[in-house]
């Protein structure tokens, strides 16, 4: 069964600040593996979509990277503003069974002004 | 563009009544989702589908239906509410199965008392 993990659980930094999360899943047999943004009480937002195939993709300040066969990826975000402020899920698709995204517990991070 | 909509967004019910949350996309996506996401769990697959009339279990399906008359809806029932299902529910779409983005809905709160 798939699994995923992210670390650190929070983080908390000062404004413009480069930082890095880290998510890792157990099972390197994925087809993609989605980055996305929860804000307090609200949906998640698609930050970025990353195909098994590739290494790496970029957003604005975002950029995130995919090791599928250590089961790695980070999310890079660089200079962080306090509208960053949010909790960043990983996921991924491994197909098989239950067609749906295994998802990591989340980084909730705090940019401080 | 309304995108994917729930409704309701908040719900408060008693232990054994039947509940239903709404979820629609204005995109013709193939495939639907409903996650459920509590504290400690993270978000878990309940049911999905792939096309109208298609659908299959996921994860956590026990004491929840589905049903997909027409592509851009997807309700869940919960047919007898226990409170063990208290959580916030998130519908969401993509084009295809394997390499394709997920998009979320802003999710329903339930409650069962």
């Known amino acids: 069964k798939q699994e995923v993990t992210q670390i650190p659980a929070a983080l908390s930094v000062p404004e413009g600040e480069n930082l890095v999360l880290n998510c890792s899943f157990t099972?390197?047999?994925?087809?993609?593996l989605q980055w996305f943004r929860q804000d307090p009480g609200k949906g998640l937002t698609s930050l970025l979509l990353?195909?098994?195939?590739?290494r790496e993709q970029t957003s604005g300040r975002l950029n995130a990277s995919l090791d599928k066969s250590s089961g790695r990826s980070t999310l890079y975000i660089a200079a962080s503003q306090p509208g960053d402020s949010a909790t960043y899920l990983c996921a991924v698709y491994s197909g098989g069974g239950a067609d749906g995204l295994t998802f990591g517990k989340g980084t909730h991070l705090i940019i401080q002004p | 563009d309304a995108g994917i909509t729930q409704s309701p967004r908040y719900k408060i019910t008693e232990t054994g009544r039947q509940v239903t949350l709404m979820c629609h996309q204005t995109?013709?996506?193939?495939?639907m989702f409903w996650y459920r996401q509590d504290l400690g769990h993270g978000l878990r697959l309940i049911y999905y589908s792939a096309a109208a009339d298609i659908t299959d279990k996921g994860e956590v399906p026990d004491g929840y239906v589905v049903s997909r008359s027409k592509t851009e809806n997807f309700p869940l029932t919960l047919e007898s509410a226990t409170r063990s299902q208290t959580s916030v529910y998130f519908c969401?779409?993509?084009?295809?199965?394997?390499?394709?983005?997920?998009?979320f809905g802003p999710g329903t709160r339930l409650t069962v008392l």
């Open positions: 969401a779409s993509s084009r295809g199965r394997s390499y394709n983005e997920q998009f």
């Open positions: 995109w013709s996506h193939s495939y």
């Open positions: 990353i195909q098994s195939s590739q």
């Open positions: 099972d390197s047999a994925i087809y993609n």
